[in-house]
């Protein structure tokens, strides 16, 4: 067989790739692909560029005139306190939310996996907060919570663990960790199933061996279980954080991002910007410029928490 | 046989093709007209649409249909349906929304036919001036609405208490009445619209009803504002420690499950009657209190309208004739009792209506509702004082901007004085081009 010199080589990657390219079935592959990528074009690509272009212009209310206006949006948006206040709220929202949710997650699916009397009604039972309209959800709990005539204040009040009830929503702090906490408890069991369904396949043997090794629950939890489960967490953090940040209805729904703007998180004040304030265009600015936020958060999550990556620097 | 078996079904298909075109055609042929409302309740919506058959049934040229939908909402979605060409032909206002719509050029003027539904049927004139400028009037007067204070009589005479008339009362009343069980008084401080209104509230009963100079100027910031706006502070310790977070149905039911001693509200009577005691005797309902030495007190009350969108010069008709219908006094009345108590009238004869005093809650509560009625004869709305009219309160409405500078004295400790000034700020740059 004659060896192919370093001149020919690329000459033939070329015409491999070129063959390849006009294959029937790449061809076919390619058309089938076809009308998913026009749709997506029209449904994201278009919204996107007409974003873009909405941020440069002067729009206060949709469908009056505007004027091109340059960065002049963007140069507000990011001098903005408001602007930066939701910026830092949405930080501590996706953090707080992604801790939260995976520890209650993670402890849910350890349980769920254990075999007992009626693990498949807790299994379908847990996920029944996940289910419901999020409008349900936040109308029982601000009825629970309520100050007046709420059964979690009447509770507390009457088992002595408050001297009078507590306003979850009248200070800011507090609101931020009430809203945090029905958040988390409508998305955990989400979570948990999704880890659930990583700890089901992680062999028995691994455990066993472990045990008879002389490993602890710890070390167990350390070398077996996380690493097993690493595929399944990195795509909880990406998707979970990417959908925890873009969370507005139950905020909304439930403070409208007050007390004093304590919970206006980044959707919250570009709704506010375009649909109370009627300043569209800068609330466009804002979108951009979270989305360029995300993205570039994502890169990073995709460059170095990928198992891939691992593997990898491995 | 098989000849006569394909006859019989070419026939069925051809009828089952033209039978349901017939009345789609007699539809097709009548002026539709789509009316948007914002009385999103299950009996307002059912009482509407009463309304709406008995319409349709005496004409024979026009159909008005009914798209119900929500204050929180109809901000956003009018513009959207205005700039998508969707937009109803008929949709409800309240004086402060009708110049965002009006500016995009979308509202038709109406002082020809509001002139000529004065005449069979006198408006109270505060009721057109809130939809008066700019040379025009932009939406028809429907119903009247008036906050006052609620109480039950049975709990301010256990506790010893005349009904307050003044700030000093109303304070000493709310500590009084404050117990384990029961809080004094039910204020609200969240964002939102019924926080401004209990805010303006407030700034009537100090003195403080013009926002703005005769120039346009904001006064927000001006000491009988701040003295409002301490006073709310003040009785907000007596309120739930969730009242930051409250909309009209958390007061509502504070006061029918009697953990409010007093709440300001339009009405309570629908609640109190179905989910509380219900007795009628026992039910208070008194004008706002206010700061000794005003002189002019009174409450916030304003019109609810209908504005035509439509520029069909046969849809505008059609829209006239049916609130031409709609006011005629024995249907006026039926149409206020949607919500018995809680809608007022805005034309002499709908005052005088038989149809509006004979609803069955209307007759329970009769001196409750005569009172509301008095009240709201001394009802003004911001942005809208004196006869004159500045539409840039719909920036500084649509943001809840009053409320927000509670919010700075009652959740972020400010000092009245400094928010009201921080309030003022923030009013101009929204209102700024």
Redesign the interface.
Known sequence: MREITHDEAPVRRRSNWRAEWFRTETLMGYAFVLPLMLWLAGTILYPLIASVDLSLQNIK????PGEYVGLENYQRALESPDFRDALKNSGVWVVANAVIQTVLAFGAAVILKQRFKGNGIARIWIILSWVVPTVVVVIIW?WL?????GVVNYLLVNLGLAD?????????NM?FFTVIMINSWRWFPFNAVILLAGLQRIPEELYEAASVDGATTLKKLRYITLPSLQPVLFVMGLIGTLLSFNVFDVIWL???????G?TTTLPVLIY?TA????RLSQAAAMSVITGVILLVFAAIFIRFMSPAADAEED | MRSKFAHVLVLLLIAAMVIPAIPAQARQDKVQLTLWHMEGTTNRIERIQTLLDEFNASQSEIEVTQEPQNWGEIYTKAPAAIAAGNAPDMLFAIPDFTPILKDLGAVQPVEDFVAELDAEHPFYPAMVEQYTYDDHTWAVPLYNMAQNMWYRKSVLEAAGIEVPTTWDEWLAAAEALTTDEQYGVGLPAAKNLYTDQVVYDFMIGAGASEIYNDDGSLRFNNPETVEAYDMYNQLLQYSPADSPNWAWGEAEACFANATCAMVIQFTVISTYDTQAEGDAADLGVAPIPYKEGVEDPGTIAYANAVMLLTDDPAKQEAAKTFISWLLQPENYGRFLNMEPGLFLPVTEDGATADSFWEDPLVVKYHDQVQTMIDNSTSGRLFGFTSGRTFPSIASISAQNLLAQTLQLVAIDGKPAADAVAEGQSIMESAIED
């Open positions: 209310i949709i469908g009056s601000r919570l309520s100050a007046s005539g009078k009830p507590v306003g979850f929503f009248s200070t800011g609101a439930l403070t409208a991002g007050g007390p004093s304590a506010e649909f109370k304030r009627y």
